[in-house]
């Protein structure tokens, strides 16, 4: 599990054996390493938010220079909130063959595990590898005993995967819809 408000956070290379669990997520994460985002992985997570964002931003219309410094400062802003919102979260940048595809932010805390935020660079969508890690999330929420939690836009494609992995709607008066899934309880060893 993530990091909890009375335990430290959980090292990298637990998580990755708790995610890279054949059995549970098969091959998609083949080949994939995760590891503590760092201060020279902004520019690529920055590039990485735009890319996520280009269309939607696009559509208002506005000439490119002013799309740019828009993506650039809803980055800055979503990093700051992230930071002060899930200050113990784990930040992890997606690796594959040494060059970054993505980012996973999850956090564990007060017997819920929330998913932060999967991005994926526009190469490797649709290849299984946000099915896995969402998969490979479920399995050590399951086998901790955690609840789940993830915030979506209610036109996120996204959304009928955390569906079919047992999140629902449980509140839907913002702007995104707040989704859980509830605890179970861990196998017995």
Do not use: K
Not at 19 to 30: E, F, H, N, V
Not at 36 to 51: Q, S, T, V
Request: proline share 5%; hydrophobic share 50%.
């Amino acid at each position: 599990m993530f990091q909890t408000a009375s335990e430290p956070r959980l090292g990298t290379s637990r998580l990755l054996a708790g995610l890279a669990q054949p059995d549970a997520i098969g091959s998609a994460l083949a080949g994939i390493e995760l590891r503590p985002i760092g201060d020279g992985d902004r520019d690529f997570l920055a590039a990485l938010f735009a890319a996520v964002r280009r269309n939607e931003v696009a559509a208002t219309g506005w000439p490119a220079e002013r799309q740019q410094a828009f993506l650039a400062e809803q980055f800055s802003y979503q990093q700051r909130y992230y930071r002060a919102h899930f200050a113990d979260a784990d930040f992890l940048l997606l690796m594959r063959a040494g060059r970054p595809i993505g980012r996973l932010y999850a956090q564990a805390c007060n017997g819920v595990l929330t998913l932060i935020d999967i991005s994926l660079i526009e190469a490797v969508r649709g290849q299984g590898i946000g099915s896995a890690l969402l998969q490979g999330l479920v399995a050590l929420a399951d086998g901790a005993g955690l609840a789940m939690s993830l915030a979506v836009e209610p036109d996120n494609p996204a959304r009928r995967l955390y569906e079919r992995h047992g999140f629902a709607v449980a509140d839907a008066s913002g702007f995104y819809l707040r989704m859980l899934r509830p605890a179970h309880a861990p196998e017995a060893a």
